[in-house]
Nanobody, 131 residues
Framework: VQLQASGGGLVQSGGSLRLSCAAS????????IGWFRQPPGKEREGVSC???????????HYADSVKGRFTISRDDAANTVYLQMNNLKPEDTAVYYC??????????????????????WGQGTQVTVSS
């Protein structure tokens, strides 16, 4: 079981990046997938989550700080989840991780994604946004 996050890099403020989370050894199709990030010197925070394609309750979730700028999507045939990040800001600078949720539907408690609901984590990809 392995998750590979990629697509990070250095970009100027206002720029875009697309992160990919590719799975090997198992199928992503039956699990919700989340993206988290850890800014330098700060705690890890939930960014976005996407439920399975057949979920009827919470389809996607975004942290308030990224709403309207980030879009999460999944391609089950490719066994990959994406995070399109537009209009990037310096405060988006962080190591970004993808992880598998324990359930098919994103678990949101108090408006936030709890990392305790996630079992398998990718190795992280660095995103740096310059001002």
């Amino acid at each position: 079981v392995q998750l590979q996050a990629s697509g990070g890099g250095l970009v100027q403020s206002g720029g875009s990046l697309r992160l990919s989370c590719a799975a090997s050894g198992f199928s992503l199709g039956s699990l919700a997938i989340g993206w988290f990030r850890q800014p330098p010197g700060k705690e890890r925070e939930g960014v976005s989550c996407i439920s399975t394609s057949d979920s009827t309750y919470i389809k996607t979730h975004y942290a308030d700080s990224v709403k309207g700028r980030f879009t999460i999507s999944r391609d089950d045939a490719a066994n990959t989840v994406y995070l399109q990040m537009n209009n990037l800001k310096p405060e988006d600078t962080a190591v970004y991780y993808c992880a598998t949720e324990r359930y098919p539907t994103c678990t949101i408690v108090g408006g936030s994604m709890g990392s305790e609901w996630y079992d398998y984590w990718g190795q992280g990809t660095q995103v740096t946004v310059s001002s």
